[in-house]
Structure formats: structure tokens, C-alpha cells
């Protein structure tokens, strides 16, 4: 039986959270500039109530703020927000720079390489892709594609499916604990925590079951343990 590595992408691989707000930020002073009528502070709040409320994978957060401002949808401002929030993104997005060297250590090391997201298919493949990884990868499992999210068992139940493994040979890797750690610990993996810290309350929770936990600060740290 083969052994895997499956990876959570966004915050693991590369740092989604920082140019996201970069992004938003640029997309919303050009819409300013062309006429929304807000301070830059006021529409970065009301921008992410909206993303709040209708999740991050929503494709129409600007359609919501405009119709929130003005009444009704503006399509030019509309189109001005997502076309700069797109190209500041993909302009600023990179890789940690340990992820391509842990990558190939793995690689090294005989690992299936594996990614289990919580996102749309093709909007995660285009990450992959743009960032030159998705040669990494010998299967990527996307929520939508199941039909459920982390940590729901069935999304990681395909995924030890799709690569021929099974639970006790595979190792799940990501940042967020009630996701990526509860899901694969449910189902028996082993886990990783990265880039994250854990609560207290989530220290209580492994401390209770008797689950020792490896929390790494960074990526590159794997090579200790793996
Ligand atoms: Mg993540």
C-alpha cells in the first residue's frame, strides 16, 4: 500500500489571506475613484461583511456592495473591483518559499502527493496551476466536487480512494484545526497543523482524547518528521 501526503492549499501552500486584503483594498480604491461614493475604510468593512456572509467562494460580492450603496448593481464599478481584485491578486500571488522544496523532499521520500480543498474546482486548480504545483500533485479533491467540505469524512474518504490508500499510510497537511485537523483525525489520518497555533480549547480537545498533534511553524519543518 502506497503512502500519502494530502495538502490543503490556500494559507498552507501560499499565503492567501495577505493578498487577499491587498486585493480587496486596490479593487476598492479604483471603485471609489470611479465614483463609489464611500471612504476607502468604510467600503473595505462593508466589502468584507458582505464576503462574510456569503463566503468567500461567492463570485458576486461586488454586485452585493454596489446594490448595498446605491440601490441597484453599477456594472462598471462592478467589473472595475473584480478586474482589479484579479489582477493585483495573481500579480502578488506567491509561493512560501519552503513549499516547493518540501514538495520535492517528499517526492523524495516516496509520498503520493495529494490536495483536499474547500473550494471551487477549477478556481483551485487555477492556483495550482498559476504557481507552477499541479505537476506535484497525483489527485486534487475539491468540496465542490464532492459535494461536502472539510471536515466532513466522504471529501477525505474519495480522496484515500482516488489515490489507492488508505487512512493509517496517509498524512493530512494544512493550517485550519476544525478543517483540515478534525477531518483527517476523524477518519484516522495522521495530522499536521501549519502556519496556525492552536487554541486552548483545541489543546483541551487533543489532550482529552490522548491525540498528539505535530504543530509546525512552518512548512519546511516537515523534512524533521516525515
Ligand atoms: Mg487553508
Redesign the pocket.
Same mark, same amino acid.
Given at each position: 500500500m502506497s503512502k500519502a501526503v494530502f495538502f #490543503?492549499? #490556500? #494559507?498552507?501552500l501560499y499565503d492567501?489571506s495577505g493578498f487577499a486584503k491587498l486585493a480587496r483594498k486596490a479593487a476598492i480604491s479604483v471603485m471609489i475613484d470611479a465614483g463609489l461614493p464611500l471612504s476607502s475604510d468604510e467600503a473595505y468593512k462593508l466589502l468584507r461583511e458582505i464576503i462574510k456572509e456569503k463566503g468567500s467562494n461567492y463570485d458576486k460580492h461586488f454586485n452585493v456592495l454596489t446594490k448595498q450603496v446605491f440601490g441597484e448593481e453599477k456594472p462598471l464599478l462592478i467589473a472595475l473591483g473584480m478586474i482589479t481584485y484579479h489582477n493585483v491578486k495573481f500579480a502578488l500571488l506567491r509561493l512560501f518559499p519552503e513549499t516547493i522544496p518540501t514538495l520535492i523532499y517528499l517526492k523524495s521520500q516516496g509520498y503520493h502527493l495529494g490536495v483536499i480543498? &474547500?473550494g471551487i474546482t477549477i478556481k483551485q486548480w487555477e492556483k495550482l496551476i498559476r504557481l507552477g504545483l499541479h505537476h506535484f500533485f497525483d489527485e486534487v479533491i475539491t468540496s465542490e466536487e464532492v459535494g461536502v467540505e472539510k471536515p466532513d469524512k466522504k471529501i477525505f474518504q474519495q480522496a484515500l480512494d482516488r489515490m489507492g490508500c488508505n487512512a493509517e499510510n496517509s498524512i493530512m497537511i494544512? &493550517?485550519?484545526f476544525s478543517? #483540515?485537523i478534525l477531518g483527517a483525525i476523524d477518519i484516522g489520518m495522521d495530522a499536521i497543523l501549519v &502556519?496556525s497555533e492552536l487554541s486552548r480549547e483545541e489543546k483541551l480537545f487533543l489532550k482529552e482524547r490522548n491525540i498528539e498533534l505535530e504543530v509546525l511553524p512552518n512548512l519546511q519543518d516537515i523534512k524533521k518528521i516525515l
Open positions: #490543503d492549499i #490556500d #494559507d498552507t492567501t480543498s &474547500n494544512g &493550517n485550519k478543517e #483540515d &502556519n
